[in-house]
Protein backbone atom coordinates (compact mmCIF):
# COMPACT_ATOMS: atom_id res chain seq x y z
CA UNK A 1 0.00 0.00 0.00
CA UNK A 2 1.37 3.26 -0.57
CA UNK A 3 2.12 6.24 1.14
CA UNK A 4 2.27 9.79 0.55
CA UNK A 5 6.23 10.40 1.82
CA UNK A 6 6.73 7.21 -0.75
CA UNK A 7 5.26 8.93 -3.56
CA UNK A 8 7.22 12.07 -2.45
CA UNK A 9 10.56 10.90 -2.28
CA UNK A 10 10.27 8.19 -4.73
CA UNK A 11 12.79 9.42 -7.99
CA UNK A 12 12.18 8.90 -11.92
CA UNK A 13 14.16 6.47 -13.79
CA UNK A 14 14.59 6.23 -17.07
CA UNK A 15 11.04 3.96 -17.85
CA UNK A 16 7.98 4.63 -16.45
CA UNK A 17 7.86 3.22 -12.88
CA UNK A 18 4.45 1.95 -11.35
CA UNK A 19 4.07 2.38 -7.86
CA UNK A 20 1.09 0.26 -6.98
CA UNK A 21 -1.68 1.10 -4.01
CA UNK A 22 -4.54 -1.19 -3.94
CA UNK A 23 -7.92 -2.40 -5.75
CA UNK A 24 -6.19 -1.40 -8.92
CA UNK A 25 -4.94 2.09 -8.28
CA UNK A 26 -1.75 2.83 -9.09
CA UNK A 27 0.79 6.02 -9.59
CA UNK A 28 2.75 5.83 -12.68
CA UNK A 29 5.89 8.34 -12.43
CA UNK A 30 7.22 9.42 -15.86
CA UNK A 31 11.43 9.82 -16.69
CA UNK A 32 10.82 13.43 -16.79
CA UNK A 33 9.10 13.31 -13.02
CA UNK A 34 5.17 13.73 -13.63
CA UNK A 35 3.29 11.32 -10.99
CA UNK A 36 0.38 10.47 -12.77
CA UNK A 37 -2.62 8.42 -10.88
CA UNK A 38 -4.36 5.71 -12.79
CA UNK A 39 -7.10 3.21 -12.20
CA UNK A 40 -6.72 -0.40 -13.86
CA UNK A 41 -9.39 -1.91 -14.70
CA UNK A 42 -11.83 -4.94 -16.16
CA UNK A 43 -14.68 -4.45 -17.99
CA UNK A 44 -16.58 -6.88 -19.94
CA UNK A 45 -13.73 -8.93 -20.01
CA UNK A 46 -11.19 -6.37 -21.35
CA UNK A 47 -8.62 -4.59 -19.08
CA UNK A 48 -8.81 -0.80 -19.29
CA UNK A 49 -6.67 2.29 -17.74
CA UNK A 50 -8.12 5.96 -16.57
CA UNK A 51 -6.51 8.81 -15.76
CA UNK A 52 -7.39 10.36 -12.20
CA UNK A 53 -4.92 13.08 -12.18
CA UNK A 54 -1.08 13.76 -10.95
CA UNK A 55 0.15 14.00 -7.73
CA UNK A 56 0.65 16.00 -5.95
CA UNK A 57 -2.47 17.91 -7.35
CA UNK A 58 -4.49 15.03 -6.39
CA UNK A 59 -3.59 13.67 -3.00
CA UNK A 60 -3.50 10.06 -2.29
CA UNK A 61 -6.58 10.54 -0.23
CA UNK A 62 -8.00 11.97 -3.31
CA UNK A 63 -6.67 9.58 -5.55
CA UNK A 64 -8.17 6.73 -3.45
CA UNK A 65 -11.71 8.47 -3.51
CA UNK A 66 -11.79 8.57 -7.11
CA UNK A 67 -10.63 4.87 -7.62
CA UNK A 68 -13.73 4.24 -5.27
CA UNK A 69 -16.18 6.04 -7.59
CA UNK A 70 -14.76 4.40 -10.37
CA UNK A 71 -15.51 1.13 -8.93
CA UNK A 72 -19.13 2.18 -8.07
CA UNK A 73 -19.95 2.79 -11.53
CA UNK A 74 -18.50 -0.62 -12.45
CA UNK A 75 -20.65 -2.36 -10.25
CA UNK A 76 -23.56 -0.39 -11.55
CA UNK A 77 -22.49 -1.99 -15.29
CA UNK A 78 -20.60 1.70 -16.22
CA UNK A 79 -17.21 2.06 -17.98
CA UNK A 80 -16.07 4.67 -16.30
CA UNK A 81 -13.85 5.43 -19.63
CA UNK A 82 -16.98 5.45 -21.77
CA UNK A 83 -18.94 7.86 -19.27
CA UNK A 84 -16.02 10.34 -19.00
CA UNK A 85 -16.34 10.20 -22.73
CA UNK A 86 -20.15 10.94 -22.47
CA UNK A 87 -19.76 13.92 -20.45
CA UNK A 88 -17.17 15.35 -22.19
CA UNK A 89 -19.14 15.29 -25.35
CA UNK A 90 -22.36 16.67 -23.77
CA UNK A 91 -20.01 19.79 -22.03
CA UNK A 92 -18.50 20.20 -25.65
CA UNK A 93 -21.65 20.35 -27.07
CA UNK A 94 -23.22 22.86 -24.24
CA UNK A 95 -20.51 25.01 -25.67
CA UNK A 96 -21.29 24.96 -29.22
CA UNK A 97 -24.98 25.15 -28.50
CA UNK A 98 -24.54 29.45 -27.50
CA UNK A 99 -27.20 31.63 -28.48
CA UNK A 100 -25.00 33.22 -31.08
CA UNK A 101 -24.43 29.74 -33.28
CA UNK A 102 -27.83 29.30 -32.78
CA UNK A 103 -29.00 32.24 -33.87
CA UNK A 104 -26.23 32.08 -37.02
CA UNK A 105 -27.81 28.42 -37.70
CA UNK A 106 -31.51 29.91 -38.08
CA UNK A 107 -30.38 32.54 -40.15
CA UNK A 108 -28.66 30.62 -43.16
CA UNK A 109 -31.43 28.75 -43.07
CA UNK A 110 -34.19 31.74 -43.32
CA UNK A 111 -31.91 33.63 -45.50
CA UNK A 112 -33.09 31.24 -48.26
CA UNK A 113 -36.66 32.72 -48.11
CA UNK A 114 -35.87 36.01 -47.43
CA UNK A 115 -34.38 38.94 -49.53
CA UNK A 116 -30.69 39.57 -49.39
CA UNK A 117 -31.59 43.32 -47.94
CA UNK A 118 -34.15 41.70 -45.00
CA UNK A 119 -31.38 39.01 -44.33
CA UNK A 120 -28.96 41.29 -43.88
CA UNK A 121 -30.84 43.86 -41.45
CA UNK A 122 -31.48 41.00 -39.21
CA UNK A 123 -28.32 39.65 -38.64
CA UNK A 124 -27.08 43.61 -38.54
CA UNK A 125 -29.52 43.86 -35.86
CA UNK A 126 -28.61 41.07 -33.92
CA UNK A 127 -25.01 41.58 -34.11
CA UNK A 128 -25.59 45.33 -32.81
CA UNK A 129 -27.69 44.50 -30.34
CA UNK A 130 -28.20 41.73 -28.99
CA UNK A 131 -24.77 39.44 -29.68
CA UNK A 132 -22.37 41.36 -27.19
CA UNK A 133 -25.24 40.73 -24.42
CA UNK A 134 -26.26 37.08 -24.72
CA UNK A 135 -24.54 35.76 -27.54
CA UNK A 136 -22.38 33.94 -25.76
CA UNK A 137 -24.70 32.15 -23.29
CA UNK A 138 -25.60 28.57 -23.86
CA UNK A 139 -29.15 28.65 -24.94
CA UNK A 140 -30.29 26.52 -22.29
CA UNK A 141 -28.76 29.15 -19.79
CA UNK A 142 -30.76 32.32 -21.08
CA UNK A 143 -33.69 33.61 -19.00
CA UNK A 144 -36.33 36.24 -19.75
CA UNK A 145 -34.70 39.27 -17.52
CA UNK A 146 -31.68 38.70 -19.31
CA UNK A 147 -33.32 39.25 -22.98
CA UNK A 148 -35.02 41.96 -21.47
CA UNK A 149 -32.00 43.67 -20.08
CA UNK A 150 -30.57 43.68 -24.05
CA UNK A 151 -33.97 44.99 -25.39
CA UNK A 152 -34.22 47.89 -22.85
CA UNK A 153 -30.67 48.78 -23.70
CA UNK A 154 -32.11 49.40 -27.41
CA UNK A 155 -35.45 51.04 -25.65
CA UNK A 156 -32.79 53.78 -24.15
CA UNK A 157 -31.82 54.50 -27.18
CA UNK A 158 -35.08 56.07 -28.33
CA UNK A 159 -35.36 52.55 -31.00
CA UNK A 160 -38.70 51.06 -29.54
CA UNK A 161 -39.96 49.41 -32.93
CA UNK A 162 -35.87 48.06 -33.54
CA UNK A 163 -36.50 46.63 -30.18
CA UNK A 164 -40.13 44.78 -30.42
CA UNK A 165 -38.36 43.46 -33.82
CA UNK A 166 -34.97 42.02 -32.09
CA UNK A 167 -37.30 40.61 -29.62
CA UNK A 168 -39.28 38.96 -31.97
CA UNK A 169 -35.92 37.95 -34.06
CA UNK A 170 -35.03 36.14 -30.46
CA UNK A 171 -38.45 34.11 -30.08
CA UNK A 172 -37.69 32.83 -33.56
CA UNK A 173 -34.15 31.63 -32.60
CA UNK A 174 -35.62 30.32 -29.09
CA UNK A 175 -38.49 28.02 -31.13
CA UNK A 176 -35.75 27.14 -33.69
CA UNK A 177 -33.53 25.96 -31.40
CA UNK A 178 -36.63 23.64 -28.97
CA UNK A 179 -37.39 22.53 -32.51
CA UNK A 180 -33.84 21.35 -32.97
CA UNK A 181 -33.91 19.59 -29.52
CA UNK A 182 -31.62 22.03 -28.23
CA UNK A 183 -33.77 24.14 -25.98
CA UNK A 184 -36.65 23.35 -24.11
CA UNK A 185 -38.45 26.93 -23.56
CA UNK A 186 -38.54 30.64 -25.01
CA UNK A 187 -38.08 32.77 -22.53
CA UNK A 188 -39.31 35.59 -24.68
CA UNK A 189 -42.71 34.42 -24.44
CA UNK A 190 -42.57 36.28 -20.96
CA UNK A 191 -41.36 39.46 -22.32
CA UNK A 192 -45.29 39.90 -23.92
CA UNK A 193 -45.88 44.02 -23.03
CA UNK A 194 -42.13 44.33 -20.91
CA UNK A 195 -41.30 46.78 -24.07
CA UNK A 196 -42.79 49.94 -24.49
CA UNK A 197 -45.29 50.02 -27.60
CA UNK A 198 -44.10 51.89 -30.63
CA UNK A 199 -44.53 55.45 -29.99
CA UNK A 200 -47.70 57.09 -32.03
CA UNK A 201 -46.80 59.74 -34.36
CA UNK A 202 -49.18 62.40 -35.24
CA UNK A 203 -47.73 61.81 -38.90
CA UNK A 204 -48.93 58.10 -39.80
CA UNK A 205 -45.68 56.50 -41.11
CA UNK A 206 -44.73 52.64 -43.25
CA UNK A 207 -41.18 51.92 -41.93
CA UNK A 208 -41.87 47.99 -42.31
CA UNK A 209 -39.16 47.41 -45.23
CA UNK A 210 -41.51 44.91 -47.00
CA UNK A 211 -44.30 47.83 -46.96
CA UNK A 212 -41.78 50.50 -47.95
CA UNK A 213 -40.61 48.60 -50.87
CA UNK A 214 -44.37 48.65 -51.89
CA UNK A 215 -44.64 51.99 -51.12
CA UNK A 216 -41.53 53.01 -53.33
CA UNK A 217 -42.55 51.25 -56.23
CA UNK A 218 -46.44 52.21 -56.00
CA UNK A 219 -44.99 55.94 -56.20
CA UNK A 220 -42.44 54.91 -59.59
CA UNK A 221 -45.64 53.60 -61.42
CA UNK A 222 -47.83 57.01 -60.06
CA UNK A 223 -49.56 57.48 -63.55
CA UNK A 224 -50.89 61.11 -62.40
CA UNK A 225 -49.62 64.26 -62.79
CA UNK A 226 -46.05 64.20 -63.49
CA UNK A 227 -44.81 66.78 -61.53
CA UNK A 228 -46.83 65.53 -58.37
CA UNK A 229 -45.27 61.87 -58.75
CA UNK A 230 -41.54 63.94 -59.13
CA UNK A 231 -42.24 65.13 -55.74
CA UNK A 232 -43.66 61.92 -54.32
CA UNK A 233 -40.09 60.55 -55.81
CA UNK A 234 -38.39 63.07 -54.51
CA UNK A 235 -39.44 63.77 -50.87
CA UNK A 236 -38.13 60.03 -50.03
CA UNK A 237 -35.04 61.05 -51.24
CA UNK A 238 -34.41 64.44 -49.33
CA UNK A 239 -36.82 63.48 -46.02
CA UNK A 240 -37.57 67.48 -45.65
CA UNK A 241 -41.05 68.74 -44.54
CA UNK A 242 -43.31 68.43 -47.20
CA UNK A 243 -44.19 72.21 -47.10
CA UNK A 244 -40.11 72.61 -47.65
CA UNK A 245 -40.02 70.65 -50.73
CA UNK A 246 -43.34 72.21 -52.27
CA UNK A 247 -41.97 75.69 -52.02
CA UNK A 248 -39.22 74.84 -53.42
CA UNK A 249 -37.29 76.83 -56.36
CA UNK A 250 -34.76 76.17 -58.94
CA UNK A 251 -31.84 78.69 -57.92
CA UNK A 252 -31.51 77.04 -54.35
CA UNK A 253 -30.07 73.69 -56.35
CA UNK A 254 -26.83 73.20 -57.45
CA UNK A 255 -26.86 70.08 -59.71
CA UNK A 256 -23.36 70.30 -60.47
CA UNK A 257 -22.54 70.22 -56.96
CA UNK A 258 -24.87 67.85 -55.62
CA UNK A 259 -26.46 70.40 -53.38
CA UNK A 260 -30.00 71.87 -52.32
CA UNK A 261 -30.08 74.89 -49.70
CA UNK A 262 -33.02 76.03 -48.30
CA UNK A 263 -32.96 79.74 -47.28
CA UNK A 264 -33.53 80.38 -43.61
CA UNK A 265 -37.04 81.76 -44.21
CA UNK A 266 -38.36 78.48 -45.18
CA UNK A 267 -37.44 76.68 -42.55
CA UNK A 268 -38.87 75.98 -39.54
CA UNK A 269 -35.71 77.06 -37.11
CA UNK A 270 -35.03 79.92 -39.30
CA UNK A 271 -31.80 78.47 -40.32
CA UNK A 272 -30.34 78.07 -43.64
CA UNK A 273 -30.93 74.12 -44.24
CA UNK A 274 -27.99 72.18 -46.40
CA UNK A 275 -29.44 68.99 -48.32
CA UNK A 276 -26.79 66.97 -49.78
CA UNK A 277 -28.50 64.98 -53.12
CA UNK A 278 -28.33 61.42 -54.11
CA UNK A 279 -27.53 60.30 -57.54
CA UNK A 280 -31.21 59.26 -57.96
CA UNK A 281 -32.25 62.98 -56.46
CA UNK A 282 -30.20 64.44 -59.38
CA UNK A 283 -31.04 62.77 -62.35
CA UNK A 284 -34.61 62.79 -61.08
CA UNK A 285 -34.44 66.77 -61.01
CA UNK A 286 -32.32 67.01 -64.25
CA UNK A 287 -35.50 65.14 -65.41
CA UNK A 288 -37.90 67.32 -64.42
CA UNK A 289 -36.22 70.80 -65.25
CA UNK A 290 -37.44 70.84 -68.92
CA UNK A 291 -41.19 70.49 -67.70
CA UNK A 292 -41.13 73.18 -64.45
CA UNK A 293 -37.50 75.62 -65.09
CA UNK A 294 -38.89 77.93 -67.77
CA UNK A 295 -39.52 82.23 -67.15
CA UNK A 296 -42.64 82.25 -64.63
CA UNK A 297 -45.92 83.90 -66.75
CA UNK A 298 -45.89 86.72 -64.19
CA UNK A 299 -41.92 87.31 -63.69
CA UNK A 300 -39.11 87.79 -65.81
CA UNK A 301 -36.59 85.49 -63.54
CA UNK A 302 -35.95 81.89 -63.59
CA UNK A 303 -36.56 81.60 -60.18
CA UNK A 304 -39.76 79.02 -60.94
CA UNK A 305 -40.93 76.55 -58.24
CA UNK A 306 -39.89 73.21 -58.97
CA UNK A 307 -43.26 72.02 -58.40
CA UNK A 308 -45.79 74.47 -59.63
CA UNK A 309 -49.79 73.81 -59.10
CA UNK A 310 -51.98 72.77 -61.91
CA UNK A 311 -54.21 75.79 -61.97
CA UNK A 312 -50.80 78.49 -61.55
CA UNK A 313 -47.07 78.23 -61.98
CA UNK A 314 -46.68 80.78 -59.67
CA UNK A 315 -47.90 78.54 -56.59
CA UNK A 316 -46.94 75.25 -55.63
CA UNK A 317 -48.23 72.49 -55.66
CA UNK A 318 -50.43 71.62 -51.88
CA UNK A 319 -49.88 69.11 -49.52
CA UNK A 320 -53.40 67.66 -50.07
CA UNK A 321 -52.42 66.97 -53.51
CA UNK A 322 -49.10 64.54 -52.24
CA UNK A 323 -51.37 62.96 -49.39
CA UNK A 324 -54.82 62.47 -52.42
CA UNK A 325 -51.52 60.61 -54.39
CA UNK A 326 -50.75 58.45 -51.54
CA UNK A 327 -54.47 57.90 -51.13
CA UNK A 328 -55.02 56.80 -54.69
CA UNK A 329 -51.81 54.41 -54.46
CA UNK A 330 -53.64 52.98 -51.50
CA UNK A 331 -52.03 53.73 -48.67
CA UNK A 332 -54.85 54.81 -46.02
CA UNK A 333 -54.58 58.32 -44.56
CA UNK A 334 -53.57 56.08 -40.67
CA UNK A 335 -50.78 54.21 -42.81
CA UNK A 336 -48.59 57.00 -44.71
CA UNK A 337 -48.76 60.93 -45.07
CA UNK A 338 -46.56 63.07 -46.86
CA UNK A 339 -44.75 64.14 -44.00
CA UNK A 340 -44.59 60.37 -42.77
CA UNK A 341 -41.24 59.75 -45.40
CA UNK A 342 -39.27 61.49 -42.47
CA UNK A 343 -40.49 59.04 -39.82
CA UNK A 344 -40.13 56.12 -42.26
CA UNK A 345 -36.18 57.65 -43.06
CA UNK A 346 -35.65 58.23 -38.77
CA UNK A 347 -36.62 54.68 -37.95
CA UNK A 348 -34.58 52.97 -40.76
CA UNK A 349 -31.22 55.38 -40.49
CA UNK A 350 -31.43 54.79 -36.73
CA UNK A 351 -31.97 50.97 -37.52
CA UNK A 352 -29.19 50.65 -40.10
CA UNK A 353 -26.26 52.37 -37.31
CA UNK A 354 -25.82 55.75 -38.93
CA UNK A 355 -24.88 58.51 -36.46
CA UNK A 356 -28.01 59.76 -34.21
CA UNK A 357 -26.48 63.38 -34.53
CA UNK A 358 -26.00 63.16 -38.79
CA UNK A 359 -29.70 61.96 -39.31
CA UNK A 360 -31.22 64.95 -36.93
CA UNK A 361 -29.10 67.24 -38.98
CA UNK A 362 -30.68 65.65 -41.69
CA UNK A 363 -34.08 65.89 -40.54
CA UNK A 364 -33.39 69.61 -39.37
CA UNK A 365 -33.69 69.20 -36.13
CA UNK A 366 -32.75 72.05 -33.96
CA UNK A 367 -30.00 71.14 -31.01
CA UNK A 368 -31.21 71.99 -27.52
CA UNK A 369 -27.54 73.49 -27.00
CA UNK A 370 -27.28 76.60 -28.96
CA UNK A 371 -23.69 76.01 -29.29
CA UNK A 372 -23.96 72.69 -30.44
CA UNK A 373 -26.43 74.20 -32.91
CA UNK A 374 -24.48 77.07 -34.08
CA UNK A 375 -21.69 74.11 -34.51
CA UNK A 376 -23.96 71.58 -36.45
CA UNK A 377 -24.61 73.74 -39.14
CA UNK A 378 -21.88 72.68 -41.05
CA UNK A 379 -21.01 69.21 -39.09
CA UNK A 380 -21.60 65.89 -40.66
CA UNK A 381 -22.14 67.11 -44.18
CA UNK A 382 -19.22 64.76 -45.53
CA UNK A 383 -21.33 61.77 -43.30
CA UNK A 384 -24.55 62.91 -44.33
CA UNK A 385 -23.50 62.53 -48.33
CA UNK A 386 -22.50 59.34 -47.75
CA UNK A 387 -25.73 58.30 -45.76
CA UNK A 388 -28.15 60.31 -48.36
CA UNK A 389 -26.46 58.05 -50.94
CA UNK A 390 -26.63 54.98 -49.48
CA UNK A 391 -30.34 55.77 -48.33
CA UNK A 392 -31.75 56.17 -52.29
CA UNK A 393 -29.33 53.02 -52.93
CA UNK A 394 -31.21 51.15 -49.92
CA UNK A 395 -34.66 52.24 -51.28
CA UNK A 396 -33.99 51.19 -54.78
CA UNK A 397 -32.89 47.83 -53.08
CA UNK A 398 -35.96 47.52 -51.38
CA UNK A 399 -38.31 48.46 -54.88
CA UNK A 400 -36.76 46.25 -57.09
CA UNK A 401 -36.31 49.04 -59.61
CA UNK A 402 -33.48 51.47 -59.75
CA UNK A 403 -34.65 53.58 -62.46
CA UNK A 404 -35.07 56.89 -62.81
CA UNK A 405 -37.18 58.29 -65.31
CA UNK A 406 -38.04 61.45 -66.68
CA UNK A 407 -41.48 62.48 -65.51
CA UNK A 408 -44.30 61.50 -68.20
Known amino acids: MLTTRKLETCKPAEKPVRLFDTAGLYCEIAPKGGKWWRFRYKFRGKEKRISLGVFPTVSLAAARAKRDEMRTLLLDGIDPAARRRAIAKSANAAATDTFESIAREWHSQQSSIWSEGHAERVINRLEKEIFPFIGGSAVTDILAVQVLDALRKIVDRGLRETAHRARADCSSIFRFAILTGRATSDPCIHLRGAIPPVRATHFAAVTEPRRVGELMRAIHHYSGDPVTRAALRLLPLVIVRPGELRHARWSEFDLEEAMWR ?116 GAHLAERRKMMQSWADFLDQLAGDERNEAPH
Do not use: C
Open 262 to 377: IPAGRMKMRREHVVPLSRQAVALLKALAPLTSKVSAKSDTTDNLVFPGLRSSDRPISENTLNGALRRLGFSQEEMTSHGFRAMASTLLHEQGWNSDAIERQLAHSPSDHVKAAYHR
